[in-house]
């Protein structure tokens, strides 16, 4: 297993060291032209937060696997956790956001301690749409976790889970050894219990990231693929499939410079880059929340620690009239969810 | 002067080939579009084609796309070496077939 930037002392576990990166070298030279430049160009600078629809809550960075792309450094050496206090001011909160979905991230969510005491308020408050991002892997990892199929039923919960590929080589190379295993178990496992059949409520969505340092391909025609080598090699169904892109921070940065990728990588999400996706981006209807309870425009700010353009800082500050409307906060990292069709924690944005 | 005959960055400056032809430039990317639509073959399946086209061909501008396009559409390495050992194949045999017509002309003057 690879180690978290964070375990390994490396430079790029400082968040000011890969802002630098993106802020310098060819933006700063000019020769690829920076993200508020570009979204300038049609007239949509400053972006804007409109109403909050999606709250997301990253309730802590532990987490049994680590990823080679991994945007959090999550892994099970990360000892960032959100504490139940802190669950409990989200709580007080949530109803006064307005926001219809709440969307549960890590790390594996599950391993914070309080999860499910989290989960089983949350739901009481009748939010439309209940999110537990679920490495799948967690589900097999020890006896504790095996009934969280059971658990996430229980509570009408939407599944989405993580899944590079439908084979086992390119899986395991970006998640792990022995992953792909594992995540087809898990699989089987929530369609036991109804998850992802057709025609089932019970919501289990798949999301794709590209496994190295190129673009996702058409989501629609991917997620044909992944549909059709599921069912036939595994007998797995599950209901989408959302395609995001890479974007250049904290592991998949330092892949992409260790691979000497990463100049070509920012080329390539610059002359993608579809201004129409701008207007969709997740950050205009989304707050994330961090696991010690400060509030970010997205969770990739989060992970940068770029905060709100906001005087409400915290959850415990939290007030419409102060968020709405704000600046949301940008950087060149920005052109991953502007490239191609977009992309957002749930896919594509055109 | 240039020192290389093939420059990565003139793949991204094809479509400029219009420039000095504007109707026929058209007439062949509308033309190179539709061919790559799904169609009885799926555009992964066309895509591998391509890859293994271009291979044949020996187009380097071809093989940078077309790997792109494979790994973009999950295709995998093992899918894109079998579609070039394809290409192999049939350049070897292409080769070995006219032995053939050697042999036949060895046969003939021979006593």
């Known amino acids: 297993m690879i180690k978290s930037l964070q375990r390994r002392e490396s430079e790029l576990a400082d968040s000011k060291r890969q802002q630098e990166i993106l802020a310098n070298g060819i933006f700063k030279s000019g020769e690829l032209p920076k993200f508020a430049d570009k979204i300038a160009e049609t007239n949509q600078f400053p972006l804007k937060a409109r109403k909050l629809e999606i709250l997301q809550i990253n309730v802590g960075y532990m987490c049994n696997q680590v990823c080679a792309h991994c945007h959090v450094d999550a892994g099970p050496d990360r000892k960032e956790i959100m504490t139940k206090a802190t669950m409990q001011e989200i709580l007080d909160v949530v109803q006064q956001t307005g926001a219809h979905t709440l969307d549960l991230t890590g790390g594996a969510p599950e391993m914070n301690p309080n999860f499910r005491w989290f989960v089983e308020e949350a739901s009481r408050l009748g939010v439309e749409d209940f999110i537990v991002r679920s490495n799948l892997t967690i589900i097999r990892a020890n006896k504790a976790y095996h009934d969280l199929p059971e658990f996430f039923k229980n509570h009408n919960i939407h599944v989405v889970s993580s899944m590079p590929h439908w084979t086992k080589g390119k899986t395991d190379k970006q998640r792990g050894d022995g992953v792909f295993d594992k995540s087809i178990q898990a699989l089987l496992d929530l369609n036991a219990v109804g998850y992802g059949m057709p025609d089932s409520p019970l919501k289990l969505d798949l999301v794709y990231n590209p496994s190295g340092a190129f673009l996702p391909g058409d989501q629609v025609s991917l997620q044909k693929d992944f549909k059709k080598a599921l069912l036939e090699d595994f007998g797995i169904y599950f209901h989408q499939l959302f395609a995001l892109t890479n974007l250049p921070i904290s592991r998949f940065l330092d892949y992409l410079i260790a691979s000497e990728n990463y100049e070509d990588y920012m080329y390539a999400l610059v002359e993608a880059y579809n201004p129409a996706a701008v207007r969709n981006v997740m950050c205009t209807n989304t707050l994330s929340v961090s696991w010690d309870g400060y509030l970010y425009d997205c969770d990739f700010n989060q992970m940068l620690q770029i905060p709100v353009n906001s005087s409400a800082k915290h959850i415990s500050e939290y007030k419409t009239e102060l968020l709405e409307g704000r600046h949301i906060a940008i950087s060149q990292h920005c052109y991953g969810c502007t490239a191609g069709a977009g992309s957002s924690c749930q896919g594509s944005v055109t | ?111």
Not at chain 2, 64 to 71: E, H, I, M, P, S
Not at chain 2, 97 to 103: A, F, K, N, R, T
């Open chain 2, 1 to 111: 002067m240039q020192k290389t005959y093939y420059d990565p960055a003139d793949l991204k400056k094809f479509g400029s080939i219009s420039e000095w032809n504007e109707e026929l430039g058209a007439k062949f990317f509308e033309y190179y579009g539709k061919v790559f639509e799904e169609g009885s073959l799926t555009a992964r399946e066309k895509s591998l084609i391509a890859l293994a086209v271009a291979h044949t061909i020996q187009c380097p501008y071809c093989i940078d796309a077309y790997t792109g396009d494979g790994l973009q559409r999950g295709i995998t390495k093992e899918e894109m070496i079998e579609a070039l050992h394809v290409a192999g194949a049939i350049r070897g045999g292409a080769s070995l077939v006219h032995g053939v017509q050697m042999m036949n002309k060895v046969n003939k003057l021979e006593m």
